[in-house]
């Protein structure tokens, strides 16, 4: 099934999150079922990823939200684990600093955005400005609710230079992330992430959903499209998320730049006693140099 079309909002149209099954997995059963298929999008979107570095003409932004414990990390792992750091970089949007927060809400942002040729994760992104700022009121309705219009014009100027946007809702219920709250207080090695805030913030939950709702309706433009992704299970998630990346940057038709050398000419000058011994030895050596690639 193409993920991609399944799980785009449409530009438009109204979301309602208590219509989505947060624990859907499709056909599989289970992650065993998954594997082969959560692998080779895996291994793709490394080739492509690559492709995307050496061609260098374009960018891909993914901007990562969800309620807490919702997956932003593990999907990041999933993802950018098997990207090439040289050409992947994210980024974390906290409270903003002294001196973000006496800029306009875009500002921080602008400054994370991938330069052609490179992948960004924003974890976190300027949708806070109209979620956690809405649903606390730390500006009033007056200055959030321009926030959409701004917010798809400024993602209408990245996508007008060369950067292809994805933002993806982690979709999780209520159960699953009190859920996950209890895993954390069992494993010491995530005791640091726990605080109580988060438990805090479950009494917003509906305003949360509210707030979410109408972000993803407003701002999932034919430029930037959000999309909602059951996410209760880890390896759906996974590879749901990874799924729509590779289409996306399949649907780019990249390619590899045209070399700058005649590689022939470069055969000839420097190369001149191998190529000369390969082509005595033809297949043989040919068949030696793969096996060593291997
Ligand atoms: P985890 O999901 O793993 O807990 P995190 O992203 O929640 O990581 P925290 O340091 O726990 O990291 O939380 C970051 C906090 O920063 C969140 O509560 C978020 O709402 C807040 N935040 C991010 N951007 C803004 C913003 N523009 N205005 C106000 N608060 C913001
Ligand atoms: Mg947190």
Request: net charge positive; aromatic share 10%; hydrophobic share 35%.
């Amino acid at each position: 099934m193409k993920y991609i079309d399944r799980f785009m909002v449409k530009p438009g149209s109204a979301v309602r999150l208590d219509r989505v099954d947060a624990a859907f997995k499709d056909k599989h059963k289970d992650q065993a079922s998954a594997q082969d298929e959560i692998e080779r999008y895996t291994k793709r979107l490394r080739e492509l990823q690559y492709l995307l570095y050496a061609e260098g003409k374009r960018s891909l932004l993914i901007i990562l939200q969800a309620m807490d414990a919702g997956g932003k990390d593990g999907t990041i792992n999933h993802v950018l684990g098997n990207m090439n750091p040289q050409g992947a970089r994210v980024y974390g949007f906290k409270v903003p600093s002294a001196e973000e927060a006496a800029h306009d809400f875009l500002w921080r942002i602008h400054q994370a955005t991938p330069q052609r040729g490179q992948v960004a994760i924003f974890n976190r992104s300027h949708y806070e400005d109209v979620l956690v700022s809405r649903v606390h009121g730390f500006v009033p309705k007056k200055v959030w609710s321009k926030r959409y219009d701004l917010i798809n014009d400024f993602e209408k100027n990245l996508v007008d230079n060369n950067t292809h946007i994805l933002k993806f809702y982690l979709h999780i219920s209520e159960d699953e992330q009190l859920r996950r709250f209890k895993q954390r207080l069992d494993d010491p090695a995530r005791h640091w992430k726990i605080s109580e805030s988060d438990y805090e913030e479950r009494e917003y939950w509906d305003d949360y959903t509210k707030a979410f709702q109408e972000a993803l309706g407003r701002c999932s433009t034919g430029h930037a499209p959000w999309f909602v992704i059951p996410a209760n299970h880890k390896w759906f998630r996974n590879l749901v998320v990874s799924q729509i990346v590779v289409e996306t940057l399949e649907s780019l038709k990249m390619e590899f730049p045209k070399p700058a050398v005649d590689i022939k000419e470069v055969k000839e000058k420097y190369h001149k006693a191998e190529e000369e011994e390969a082509a005595k030895n033809g297949k043989k050596v040919r068949d030696k140099g793969r096996k060593k690639d291997k």
